[in-house]
Every structure is written in structure tokens, then in C-alpha cells.
Nanobody
Framework: QVQLVESGGGLVQAGGSLTLSCVAS????????MGWYRRTPGNQRELVAQ????????YYVDSARGRFTISRDNTKNTSYLQLNSLKPEDTAVYYCNADVRGGIFGPNTNYWGQGTQVTVSS
């Protein structure tokens, strides 16, 4: 079984920063694309950023570009999301997502973390 565990959320003032971490643990062959989603208070879910296994940044939502940075450490099976210049509208539950290969020939399975709350006060 594979688990994704997020950490690093919290309460911060507008303009502040947070670093979210997501660690994949369990038995698997490799962690492929990793991403961060968020669910806003209005219950909208959106993909915030995504990174491939090679570390090539794949995607940022327009509202995050220039403020957020996604990275990963494959030796630790960990993804990071650096949140800078935070705004009240960034308030959401942030979820880690990963495509995980179970064995050398697969299968590939998509997993979600439990979520971490980010609250930005004005």
C-alpha cells in the first residue's frame, strides 16, 4: 500500500510564505508525475502545479505562476510546493497527488494525500 502524507500547511498573513511537503511511502517501484491540487472554500478543485519524474516542471495554474514553485527530491520520494506572496484567495485545502508504479512493469496507480489546510489572512 502506498501513502502520501502532506505537511507544512498553516495560517499565514497575506504576503507570507509556506512550504508544503508530500512524502510517498510504502512499497513501489517509482513515483512518476507528482502534483498539488487545492480545494477552495467554494469547493472548487483545481490543479495548482505538477512536476514530472525527471523534475521538468509541467504545469502551473495561472494564479500561481511566479509565486509558487514545485520541486521534488526523488531520493526521498518527496514533492515540495513553495508558496510565496500568499493571498487570501490562496486559502484552501492543498492535496498531494502522485502516479505511482507498483512494479517494474506496472501497474500505475494514482494516489491522493489527506490534504493540508492553508489559510491566508488579509
Amino acid at each position: 500500500q502506498v501513502q502520501l502524507v502532506e505537511s507544512g500547511g498553516g495560517l499565514v498573513q497575506a504576503g507570507g510564505s509556506l512550504t508544503l511537503s508530500c512524502v510517498a511511502s510504502g512499497t513501489f517501484y517509482s513515483v512518476n508525475t507528482m502534483g498539488w491540487y487545492r480545494r477552495t472554500p467554494g469547493n472548487q478543485r483545481e490543479l495548482v502545479a505538477q512536476i514530472t519524474s525527471a523534475g521538468t516542471t509541467h504545469y502551473y495554474v495561472d494564479s500561481a505562476r511566479g509565486r509558487f514553485t514545485i520541486s521534488r527530491d526523488n531520493t526521498k520520494n518527496t514533492s515540495y510546493l513553495q508558496l510565496n506572496s500568499l493571498k487570501p484567495e490562496d486559502t484552501a485545502v492543498y492535496y498531494c497527488n502522485a502516479d505511482v508504479r507498483g512494479g517494474i512493469f506496472g501497474p500505475n496507480t494514482n494516489y491522493w494525500g489527506q490534504g493540508t489546510q492553508v489559510t491566508v489572512s488579509s
